[in-house]
Structure formats: structure tokens, C-alpha cells
């Protein structure tokens, strides 16, 4: 522990006891599209409007907000205000404000964060290669065809191919290292600043073209119209785990984006902003994805199946198809980077608190990413028959950072400020106007307490044993 008690301090004047002698976020803006930027990803594009569209639709969206609104946006108020509170890296702000003499022990969930970090973008950022590899396809006006089939034998050859999946996966994890060494202000910020603009712009052209296609009731009908009958106790879980994954929890994500929040920020609202946007970035995805699928009467499928395989095969019979296939991509291009630098920046914030230079931190954190990304770029190709536990490296990443590491993070970050804090301390530490009720901080120390524990870890069950 530091000499400085940092919860003795009212954390709403200073944003900290620690001083902020670290970069930060510049902008009351900035911080807001940066933290949209991390929101916003894949799961965006390829999960959320899918599993709406077959899981009851508008039923489903109840379920997903009182799930974010019970466990998520709570858990994502906690991990901000860790953060800024530390002004640190995840595993220094955990060990910062640990009640005395547990500081060891708490820094153990800063680090399980990083390791879900590293084993997260060892698979997002194959995905993401993929993407840029369409983009490119796209631009040059290659990736086009009408037949379903010939597009799934493109996929097959780009990711079975050692080459090109691991070139783009490499470049992909360069560009956004290099955004990183630029800095917080500087990189972060300034490329999310410009980029979550133009995302929306895309979405929005891409979002008013499907719904001037014939088959655009159909779609809308596919994602919206209300079916309870749907909603069992596995599709609630399913909506608790894309809230989760939503809003980039139990990585250290947000502990490290929240320790660069400006000191007069308010963390509940900036979270409630960030959680409507990114939600209106998931529906207009799915208005823009449906009614084109539908009019072309294509099975709505999800995940890689749906982005490069039915996704050009629709898009290629519209007029101006090829340009729509390239605007698309771009979207997801920029909503992919956005998510990758929060994710590559809990390593990197890590080293750089450490007191690693920010490139050479960046560098490090890519290559211990780049080195277990390595089987996962391999397992659609050479390395499709390697299992452990029957799941290739890809599965086994994916279950091991969203299945194990995050929430087992989720419910220690919850119970950490839930319980080790005081209702003041927590009051003092979400910022906002001066003497604000503390009802909001009781309600929020409730659901962190009892609520989010209990939800998450049915949840982390439920994924082992199902
Ligand atoms: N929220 C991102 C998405 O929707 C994924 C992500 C998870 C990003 C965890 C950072 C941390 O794709």
C-alpha cells in the first residue's frame, strides 16, 4: 500500500489521491468515444443482432437491458471508478486500493484481467484480419460473388492459409500497437475521435439503403416482433454474457480507461451514454445486416458464417454492390480497432507503469499477444485437428477469457467495490455533481454487492457445465 490513503480523499475534487502525473484523456468527448470505441466491436456486427433476431426479438432486448441495467452497467461503473481512483493499470489500481494488508491478493484479479486481455486479442485479432483482408478484397473490388458457396470456398482459403491469416493478423496487431505508442491523448483519443464519426455515418448510409429493399418488413419483422415464448433461462444467460462482452468487462479494460477519465467526469452517466450508444450501434447494425439478407431470402445465419460468406453474397446482388461490401467492411474495420485498443492497452498500460517506455511497452504487450495468436491463426488451417479439451487454440481462448477469466474478474471487481468500500467512498469515487444524492450510489452498491455476484457466477456455471 502507498503511503497515501487514497479513499480518505474525496475523489470527486481531485479524480484521485495519486497524483495524475500520467497521460490522460484530453477531452470530456474524447473520453466518451474513446470508451464507445471499446464498446463498440465485432460483437456488435456478427452477435448481437443474430442472437436478437432468434431469440424473440424485442423480448430479448427486455431481457438484454434489465441484464445490463442489473449486473453490466453496475460492474462497468465499478471498474471506471477503480480506475480512476488509482489513476494505474489494472493490477496497480486493485493493489492501490485494497483495504489494508490485501493489496497482494486483490492485485491477483488486475492480473488474471491482463492475461484474459492477451488471450482475448490472440483470437479478436484473427478475426479482426479476416475483416481487413475483406476490406482490401472489397476495395479492389475482389470479394464479390452471388454465390453463397464460392464465398464460403474465399473464406476457407484465406483462413486456412498460414500466410495470409497470420499476415493479416500481424498487421492488424501492428497498426493498432503503433496507434498505442502514439499515446493515451495522442493515439487513443485522437483515433477514436475521428473513427466513431465516421462509424456512425456508415452505419446510418448502410441502415437507410437496407431499408429501402423490398424485403425490408421482413427483416425488421425477423429482429423486432416480440416472441416471450422464446425466453428461457439459457437465452437470459446469453443476454447476461453479450451485456458483459458489450461493454468490454473483466479485462481491466475499463479500469484502464477509467484511470485516464478526466477528474470532473461522471462515470454512471458517461456509462449510460456509452451503454445507448453502443446499443444503437447494435440495432442499426442488425436494420442494416436483415433486411438484405431477408430480400434476398437467405438464412440469417451468425459470426464468420454471416460476415464473409452470406453478407457479399447479398451485397453482390444489389446495384452498387461492391461499394456497399466496402463501406460495410470499413465499418467493421473501425468498430474492430476501436475494441483492440482497449484491449492491447491493459498489457500495455501494465509495462508502462512499470516504467517501460510507452513504445517499447507496446511493442512487448504485441508480441505476448502475437506469440499465442500464432495457433490461433493456424487453427482453421494446419492446425484444425490440434485439440486440447476438443476445442482448437481459437476455441480454447475464446473459452478461457470469456468463459473462465471474465467474469471470475466481473464478480471480484463487483465484490471489491460492493464490499471493501464504504457507501461514501464509492459516492466520492463516481464524480458528478457536487452532493448528488446518494441514492444512486446505495442502489449501485446493492446490485454490486448481491445482484451481480450471484448473476455472473450462475452465468460462469451454467457455461461449464452446459
Ligand atoms: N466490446 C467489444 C465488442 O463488442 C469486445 C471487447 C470485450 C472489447 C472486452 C474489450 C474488452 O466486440
Known sequence: MSAVDPLSVPAAAAGSAFAPAR??????????????????????IWKFPTLTGANGGAAFLCVYLLATFAVALPVMIAELAIGRRARADAVTSFERLAPDGSGR?????????????VLLLAFYSEVAGWVFAYLADAVS????????????????????????????????????????ACGVTRGIEAVT?????????????????????????????????????????????????????????????????????RADQDIPRTALRVMLADLSVSLLAGIAIFPAVFSFG?????????????????????????????LFFALMAIA??????SILEVPVAWLVQRGWPRPRAALLATLA????????????????????????????????????LMPLVAIATALFVGRAWTRTQFADALGGPAGRPSRLAFALRVLLRWVAPVAIAVVLVQGWIG
Open 369 to 404: 499477444v502475437a506469440l499465442p495468436g500464432v495457433p490461433a491463426a493456424l487453427s482453421q488451417g494446419v492446425l484444425a485437428d490440434a485439440t486440447l479439451f476438443g476445442r482448437t487454440a481459437f476455441e480454447l481462448y475464446d473459452f478461457a477469457s470469456s468463459g473462465v
Open 105 to 117: 491478493r486483490w492485485r491477483w484479479v488486475g492480473g488474471a484481467g491482463v492475461l484474459a486481455a
Open 23 to 44: 497521460e490522460a484523456f484530453a477531452t470530456r468527448l474524447g473520453v466518451l468515444l474513446a470508451t464507445l470505441g471499446s464498446a463498440v466491436g465485432l460483437g456488435n
Open 141 to 180: 473490388g475482389t470479394a464479390l460473388s452471388t454465390d453463397a458457396a464460392a464465398n464460403a470456398a474465399r473464406f476457407g482459403a484465406l483462413s486456412a492459409d498460414p500466410l495470409r491469416a497470420l499476415g493479416w493478423q500481424w498487421l492488424v496487431l501492428a497498426g493498432t500497437a503503433l496507434i498505442l
Open 336 to 341: 474492430a480497432t476501436g475494441a483492440m485498443l
Open 298 to 326: 437467405v438464412e440469417p445465419s451468425a459470426g464468420p458464417a454471416l460476415v464473409f460468406m452470406t453478407l457479399p453474397a447479398v451485397f453482390a446482388q444489389l446495384p452498387f454492390g461492391g461499394l456497399l461490401l466496402a
Open 193 to 261: 475521435r475521428r473513427l466513431m464519426p465516421v462509424l456512425f455515418l456508415l452505419l446510418a448510409l448502410l441502415a437507410v439503403r437496407a431499408l429501402l429493399l423490398p424485403g425490408a418488413a421482413e427483416g425488421l419483422k425477423f429482429l423486432f416482433a416480440p416472441d416471450f415464448s422464446k425466453l428461457t433461462a439459457g437465452v437470459v444467460l446469453t443476454a447476461l454474457g453479450l451485456a458483459f462482452f458489450k461493454l468490454s468487462l473483466g479485462i481491466g479494460a475499463m479500469v484502464t480507461y477509467g484511470s485516464y477519465f
